[in-house]
């Protein structure tokens, strides 16, 4: 196949991925929506032991119907053909380009879609987490959408800057952390969202506790990253550090999750404050993404829409 048929092809299945992804939330949403409440409910000391006090996780409300578990088994088969197509359509626009395929914003969004699915379907196998498959769906469908929508590029070749081993690892490492945060922050939203009272949602130290997983894997690999990227500007420019806006905001985004690991480990700030810190810092993220290439000149510049 020629290199534009390969290009046209990888558009298609990021079309296909689309849909996917969008019939797996629907199926995700219909599993939550229709299934039983769950709730905190405090053991009596008596039968904990003496300084007791305990709790355990009960449901309640009426059985859910017998199609609403298949839905959610139906979902995630959806989900992994989706991943399956975002990671075809990468691979065929690498192949056709004969770069690595996140050289500019367009590809870089499509690579972090995958990096979030990939990272949902992975705690998937682990435990039981289809609750945040709704939610997670969305963020990648919204992703996919705005990038093919306002971001997408020609297929083509990059500036000069571009041509070098580090893209693979620096642009990896920044791509995968920010899936894993992807995730963390959904978790975040669903516990600030939850109630005290029953809810479809597991309970609310359950999804914190979700989000700080998620970020205390992210956080090393991003910190991978800011390095990686100071030593590909000092081979490309013969600089580690220049003040440029992606520099400073992706400088930014480490302290704030740094913050927010901190926070997790200080006293009276477990909970919705720390909640609040992980979406701050992920707000950081997202300025550092869209904003920093869009709205912001410098030294990146060339990475940005097209």
């Known amino acids: 196949m020629s290199a534009d048929q390969l290009a046209g092809l990888s558009d298609t299945l990021i079309v296909v991925a689309v849909f996917a992804y969008l019939l797996a939330m629907i199926g995700f949403a219909l599993e939550l929506a229709f299934g039983r409440s769950r709730a905190e409910v405090k053991a009596p000391e008596a039968k904990v032991g003496v300084g007791g006090g305990g709790s355990r996780v009960e449901e309640s409300g009426p059985e859910p119907p017998a199609w609403a578990p298949t839905a959610g088994r139906a979902a995630l088969a959806l989900a992994w053909l989706g991943w399956a197509a975002n990671l075809a359509a990468i691979v065929l626009r690498g192949l056709a380009v004969g770069r690595w395929p996140w050289g500019n914003m367009y590809e870089f969004v499509v690579a972090i879609c995958l990096a979030a699915t990939t990272a949902f379907l992975v705690a998937q196998t682990r435990s039981n987490v289809r609750f945040l498959g709704a939610f997670v769906m969305i963020a990648v469908v919204l992703?996919?959408?705005?990038?093919?929508?306002?971001?997408?590029?020609?297929?083509?070749?990059?500036?000069?800057?571009?041509?070098?081993?580090?893209?693979?690892?620096?642009?990896?490492?920044?791509?995968?952390?920010?899936?894993?945060?992807?995730?963390?922050?959904?978790?975040?939203?669903?516990?600030?969202?939850?109630?005290?009272?029953?809810?479809?949602?597991?309970?609310?130290?359950?999804?914190?506790?979700?989000?700080?997983?998620?970020?205390?894997?992210?956080?090393?690999?991003?910190t991978f990253a800011v390095i990686a990227g100071a030593m590909w500007a000092d081979k490309a420019w013969g600089r580690y550090w220049g003040w440029d806006p992606k520099e400073v905001w992706s400088f930014i985004t480490w302290v704030a999750y740094a913050a927010y690991l901190h926070a997790r480990v200080t006293a009276g700030w477990r909970g919705r404050s720390t909640t609040i810190v992980q979406l701050l810092a992920f707000g950081c993220l997202l300025f550092n993404l869209i904003g920093v290439n869009i709205f912001l000149d410098g030294l990146h510049s060339y990475a940005g829409v097209e």
């Open 143 to 222: 992703g996919l959408g705005f990038s093919v929508r306002f971001l997408y590029t020609q297929a083509g070749p990059v500036v000069p800057a571009l041509n070098s081993y580090w893209i693979a690892i620096h642009v990896t490492a920044a791509i995968l952390a920010t899936g894993l945060f992807v995730v963390g922050a959904v978790a975040g939203i669903l516990s600030l969202v939850r109630g005290e009272g029953p809810s479809r949602l597991p309970l609310r130290a359950d999804l914190e506790r979700i989000a700080h997983r998620a970020i205390v894997l992210a956080f090393p690999v991003w």
